[in-house]
């Protein structure tokens, strides 16, 4: 899977109206979740436009024929914890065969820096085409700090996926990580001083969670 350009908006209509849903601020936590799930598997739709296939041959009830299948391994799917998670089974749903890595980070309340207290990766994610998962890329520091250490164990491509990003946080993270595509669903105006989006969602694993 090559990821050819930086940054791709994902527009399509279905996406746009369930995020317009998701930032209203007295959606339930059961829609909140339930929306999420639902865009993910759109995004994974996207994501995986050009993974490669090869022709394999086949027998229908009627005659052989040659029909394409994915190729290789599979893809590892990688949600940052905890709002991660929230992206993860709808991306499942639709690529049932993909293995999951997980990384753990919070960030520093004070100095917003993300702190790893957890990563575990397939053994062979050298092979494998890694995606990403957060919804929000804020500060760009938890999306550096996973890419950091997914690129430390290998992958043969990697690329992020969220809901929404911040602009100082893709400048950042493409500062880092020039090569990594970014597949957001909207790029929004700005952070704020404790480093929410703005206008964004709130926090989005307490809207996940019904922790707030
Ligand atoms: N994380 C969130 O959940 N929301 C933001 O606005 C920024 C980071």
Known sequence: MSASAPLHLIR??????????MRQKD?????????????????AYELTRDIPTVDTEIETPLERMHSPVIDGKKIVFVPILRAGLGLLDGMLDVVPGARVGHVGLY????????????????????DRDVIVLDPMLATGHSAIAAVDRITEAGARSIRFACLLAAPE???RFH?????????????????????????????AGDRLYGTK
């Open 107 to 126: 960030r520093d309340p004070t100095t917003l820096d993300a702190i790893e207290y957890y990563c575990k990766l397939p053994d062979d994610s050298g």
């Open 27 to 43: 959606r339930s936590t059961n829609s909140f979740r339930r929306l999420m799930h639902e865009i993910a598997m759109l995004l």
């Open 169 to 171: 946080g893709l400048a």
């Open 175 to 203: 500062e880092h990580h020039p090569s990594v595509a970014v597949h957001t669903v909207a790029i929004d105006r700005e952070l704020d001083e404790n480093g929410y989006i703005l206008p964004g969602l709130g926090d």
């Open 12 to 21: 399509h209509p279905l996406v746009q109206h369930k995020l317009t849903l």
